[in-house]
């Protein structure tokens, strides 16, 4: 086999400065010659390096959870949200410009590696990943612990859950950050129906029943309010029917349809039963 050593090199530098969500192809030509490119050949097959070997600089924080790259690469921190702060169209919320702050903090003079998941990028392009700095720190769940931001699940994107979920439990029971703001307590699930609110919230109500689509299934709270789940990640959740009659807390983003609202409920950890 008559491989370019020289090339295979120059192909595996460029590999590891480009942005890691990127692939190198490797084929073999009719001669044998093998050859490296970042767009699919037909009988090509890509080229495995551990990303975890790679580190990058920050170059912009833009809130607790979004940052971007000096490479050009913009990351959303996978398994986390922090609170909004202040942009276009975007409102301010307690607790946002702490976690900005922090993550400034954090990374600043430091060199970071990614950890992904199955999904690699949101529906706005970005990368989505859990932030390591080169001193090992795991900064998607330091947020979570020092109470700047909340777990938010979204399946298949599982790795870490645990620890993020863990690390939340024990936010809650100190008080710390976000946890200790009226903002961030469980509001009567009613309350929507008297006024415009946006954004994450902790809504708490009495399930009326379990109601079944070809895409989700509901809990319904009354005729004007549900919570959804996604019929293809059910295999998460415990038997549905165990919430009708009881009184439950729902974390996530009300859905406004006309006088209905909906939100979407991704993984077992929005649920919590109080009675």
Known sequence: MNIDRKKLFLWLVMLLVMPAA????????????????????????????????????????????????????????????????EGRNKTAKTGGEQAKQWLQRVLSGRKIRLEY???????????????????????????????????????????????????????QAENLGIWGYPEYQPKPIESLLQGRRKGWQRLTGRVSKVRNSRKFSYLEFSRNIDARIERRFLYLFPDLQQYVGREIVISGWPNRRKEHFSILLRHPSAIEVLH
């Open 117 to 171: 998941d199955d999904d690699k990028k949101d529906k706005y392009g970005r990368s989505l990943a859990h932030v390591f700095t080169d001193a090992g720190q795991h900064v998607n769940l330091q947020l979570v612990r020092e109470g700047l931001a909340i777990a938010n699940i979204h399946p298949p994107n599982l790795r870490y859950s645990e620890a993020l979920l863990a690390a939340q439990r024990q936010a």
């Open 22 to 85: 990127a692939e190198i192809y490797r084929w073999q030509d009719a001669a044998g010659k093998t050859h490296y490119s970042d767009r699919p050949h037909a009988g090509a097959r890509p080229v495995q390096v551990d990303p975890g070997t790679t580190y990058y600089r920050v170059n912009t924080v833009y809130d607790g959870d979004t940052i971007r790259l000096q490479n050009g690469l913009k990351i959303r921190l996978l398994g986390i949200n922090t609170p909004e702060v």
